[in-house]
Nanobody, 126 residues
């Protein structure tokens, strides 16, 4: 079983930046595809960004392309989400997720992922 713990959320003004971290334990981190999702009140959980095990391929939702960047440090069992030029519509609970199946492409569907963190709140004020 894999445990995920997110951190780095908070309150920021529009145009600001935050970096989220997600540390994994209980598995072979370097073998997993990692993803970030978010869920705003009254909305479904949506894909934000993902990165395959080697870090060589990433994928982003159209709404965050050019503003967010996902990366991973396999030595630290940690995946990051650097968020810049934040907008009020980025306000949500952000979740880290791990997919155990081997893949060469990032899967952006929530049900494909096997384990989830508890989430971290990001609030962007206007």
């Amino acid at each position: 079983q894999v445990q995920l713990v997110e951190s780095g959320g908070g309150l920021v003004q529009a145009g600001g930046s935050l970096r989220l971290s997600c540390e994994a334990s209980g598995g072979t981190f370097s073998s997993y595809t990692m993803g970030w999702f978010r869920q705003a009140p009254g909305k479904e959980r949506e894909f934000v960004a993902g990165i395959i095990r080697s870090g060589g391929r990433t994928s982003y939702a159209e709404s965050v392309k050019g503003r967010f960047s996902i990366s991973r440090d396999n030595a630290k069992n940690t995946v990051y989400l650097q968020m810049t030029r934040l907008k009020p519509e980025d306000t949500a609970v952000y979740y880290c997720a791990v997919g155990l199946a081997q893949t060469t492409a990032v899967i952006n569907i929530a049900r494909w992922f096997d384990y989830w963190g508890q989430g971290t709140q990001v609030t962007v004020s206007s």
